[in-house]
């Protein structure tokens, strides 16, 4: 055989054994860990109308509302802020904003203190999970009291005080329902005038954020 043959020969199995060693690898290689899922985000329940707050609902919300805690409450925040500037108003609610966000909170301190706070306290806990937040503002869009800390001190630049104040003693708004995506219910906010029951003349107004999931709940059960 000659050296040429030979080298050729020897480069073929070269060649095959290089080839079957590839090929061995490939066969004991690992298979590829699969792609991970796409993560998944459960979709909020379907809308729940404000059509389920019936007049009725509405009434009873009053009554609860219209109690002399409230009406006295009211009228003396009415007495103490008479002749108030919006220049003063807008410095109220930025130093509400303020302790709101501090550990220092006279303002708010002095508001959740209050009787008519801790009736609407009462009221809420007495809903059972109905009555997610419920505040009282005196004519002039201004916080009296509430069951919880408001993010405002002032409503007068908002629906729920500029369409029931302002509007007269019978004024009813009910907001567009929000889908609480901490709590995973829909809510809605039910609005209304506070009345004087003497001189029958508006003195400030409520707003009362209702639960409408659990509402539902209740209409469907027979609660």
Known sequence: MSVQRSLGAAATILTLS?????FA???TAPAA???PAPETVAAAPA?????????????????Q??????ILSVAASNKRHEGVQQAEIDKL??????????????LIAEILSSPLSSYLLYIQAKSAGLFTEIFIMDKFGLNVGQSSVTSDYWQGDEDKFQKTFQVGPDAVFIDEPEFDDNTKTWRAQVNLTIVDPESK???????AEINLTELQRRLQTGI
Do not use: M, N, Y
């Not at 809308?47 to 009554?63: Q, Y």
């Not at 509302?65 to 409230?70: F, K, R």
């Open 201 to 207: 003349a508006s003195i400030g107004a409520a707003t």
């Open 93 to 106: 609610d930025e130093a509400w904003k303020t302790e709101a966000k501090s550990d220092d909170q006279p």
């Open 25 to 27: 690898q490939e066969a």
């Open 33 to 35: 860990a699969p792609a």
């Open 65 to 70: 509302l219209q109690q002399p805690v409230t």
């Open 18 to 22: 290089l080839s079957g060693h590839a």
């Open 47 to 63: 809308p729940i109308p404000a059509g389920i707050i019936k007049p009725e609902f509405v009434e009873t919300l009053r009554k």
